[in-house]
């Protein structure tokens, strides 16, 4: 990728960089959403909860296992594999999953809507995450341009950085408070919902005609 860059040969290494990049390629984060969409279906056809609970975790265990040897030894030959940490993220991602659904989900529905009503800020972020992963690099660096005319070298300074990290997370916060009040309308998982609603009428008319 970067021989095609130093080359100027930016298609090659525009599209090399969405495949293999060391930041956020698609592979392996598109497995990602391919185990999710497992899980998902697994839940769906209504299958035994403690079964799923308990294949996750192994599968998030082994994968966590796997990632963390690999990444020992790439370190051992002398180079850091950026993909081994995709790994253990899986892992853990897969861990914290099977938690909150034990803890939540699984729970009978009286006890859910408790612990729902409970934690109700929590859930505004996971009804935006994608929105909020798009729309969250160009606000902070807002935030960062402005912090950096009054404090220039901050990014040096480990309390200012938390500071950063809570005043961006606090804004959101304050976001979402309002647009729950539209039900995130305009929201990237809004305009995704709204297309499948249209996809499947649409698949529905053509069945009945």
């Given at each position: 990728m ?6 100027n ?14 930041d ?13 969409s ?16 308990k294949?996750?975790?192994?599968f ?36 914290i ?5 034990s803890?939540i ?22 009804r ?11 606000l902070?660096?807002?935030f ?9 070298n ?22 979402l ?12 998982e ?5 297309i ?14």
């Amino acid at each position: 990728m970067y021989d095609a860059l130093y080359n100027n040969n930016y298609p090659l290494a525009i599209s090399l960089g969405y495949l293999i990049n060391r930041d956020f390629p698609i592979f392996p984060i598109l497995s990602f959403a391919i185990y999710g969409s497992i899980l998902g279906l697994s839940l769906a056809k209504g299958e035994d909860k403690h079964k799923i609970a308990k294949l996750w975790l192994r599968f998030a265990a082994i994968i966590i296992i796997f990632g963390i040897v690999f990444l020992v030894i790439s370190l051992s030959l002398g180079f850091y594999a950026w993909n081994f940490i995709r790994f253990i993220q899986l892992g853990v991602y897969f861990l914290i999953i099977v938690a909150l659904l034990s803890a939540i989900d699984f729970k009978p529905e009286d006890k859910q809507k408790k612990i729902l009503e409970r934690y109700r800020p929590v859930m505004w972020f996971g009804r935006t995450s994608l929105t909020i992963l798009v729309l969250e690099v160009p606000l902070a660096e807002i935030f960062r341009l402005f912090l950096s005319l009054i404090y220039p070298n901050w990014v040096n300074d480990l309390f200012i950085c938390v500071l950063f990290g809570l005043f961006n997370l606090a804004m959101w916060g304050i976001i979402l408070f309002f647009w729950k009040k539209k039900n995130f309308k305009g929201s990237l998982e809004w305009l995704g919902a709204q297309i499948v609603k249209k996809a499947s009428r649409a698949s529905k008319k053509s069945k009945d005609q």
